[in-house]
């Protein structure tokens, strides 16, 4: 790298292109590999961060360029012959020295087409080890996972990836952007690794960061960023791709009041605008009475519930 400088053959912006296309191509080999892409994408990500910071130290750096909470909005589900999720007998089982032991067992779930579920419970409950086998990030111990009346069993690594990449979204407490890229680079990499031009992904982001809006704060790096403006990125990240679904595990856990009040109200206005279905994990009880639905794990099984 030094001696490529030293010729004068590449510009600050011919390394960054190089890097972030070496971080695509990494990414796709390992969503080809492996079901759990997108958790190993997080320490990756974290590498190359690391690595950037180093390559700041010889002195190369890359050029850098709140509302109230809406009303639940109900749904009929009444009028939906099938469930757009459904699990049957969802069984998830860890191995813990000679013990066996089980978060859950013979866990049915349905949720229809447009509905806002909330998943509560106390900390060690299973939420997040439920949304993740919703998700398509773990394969369960026992039973099955239907989309409609596709079954995730059934699909290989690479297929459930791809599956993961084009019908989901994911929003997590900590938000896993890459800090030395900009707000808009961290929401073009699903479509990158998809495989649109850059051109493409550069203006699905432009729309997207303007939706939750950051259009004012697209060319900077995210962090540079404050907590509340970071995890509206994660928002324009989890719905650059268009999914169907959207998942989020704690979306206002690490905001504070008035941040997560707003996170929440842009949720909800997300949800409406991109007709998803979504499920969010929360501790939170005013986020949950704003769903349709709110389902309380406890003990290994799932109870209808009113917080």
């Not at 589900?77 to 000679?98: N, W």
Request: with cysteine.
């Amino acid at each position: 790298m030094d001696l490529l400088y030293c010729m004068g053959e590449f510009t600050h912006g011919n390394i960054r292109h190089l890097v972030v296309m070496g971080i695509i191509k990494g990414l796709r080999v390992i969503a080809a590999f492996s079901h759990s892409c997108n958790l190993i994408c997080v320490h990756l990500c974290a590498s190359v961060a690391n690595l950037l910071n180093r390559l700041k130290t010889f002195g190369h750096r890359f050029t850098r360029r709140d509302t109230d909470a809406s009303p639940p909005q109900s749904v009929n589900l009444s009028s939906v012959a099938r469930p757009a999720i459904r699990t049957e007998k969802l069984a998830k089982k860890y191995r813990s020295g000679q013990e066996i032991l089980t978060v859950f067992a013979d866990l049915n779930l349905e949720v229809h087409a447009g509905e806002r579920l909330a998943l509560v419970g106390e900390s060690g409950s299973g939420k997040s080890t439920l949304l993740h086998l919703l998700g398509g990030l773990d394969r369960p111990s026992d039973g099955k996972i239907y989309f409609g009346e596709r079954d995730l069993r059934a699909l290989s690594d690479t297929e459930l990836a791809e599956f993961r990449n084009r019908e989901l979204g994911f929003v997590w407490q900590i938000h896993y952007l890459l800090p030395e890229f900009t707000a808009a680079e961290n929401v073009m990499m699903p479509l990158l690794i998809r495989g649109a031009s850059e051109e493409e992904a550069a203006k699905v982001s432009k729309a997207r960061l303007d939706e939750v809006g950051l259009q004012a704060r697209a060319h900077h790096r995210a962090g540079e960023l404050s907590g509340g403006e970071q995890q509206r990125v994660v928002l324009a990240r989890a719905l650059a791709g268009n999914p169907k679904f959207l998942f989020a595990d704690e979306p206002t856990g690490n905001l504070d009041g008035r941040t997560g009040e707003m996170i929440q109200s842009l949720l909800a206005e997300l949800h409406r605008n991109h007709s998803l279905t979504s499920i969010y994990v929360t501790h939170n009880p005013a986020f949950a009475r704003s769903c349709d639905r709110v389902l309380k794990l406890e003990n290994g099984g799932l109870t209808k519930t009113y917080v």
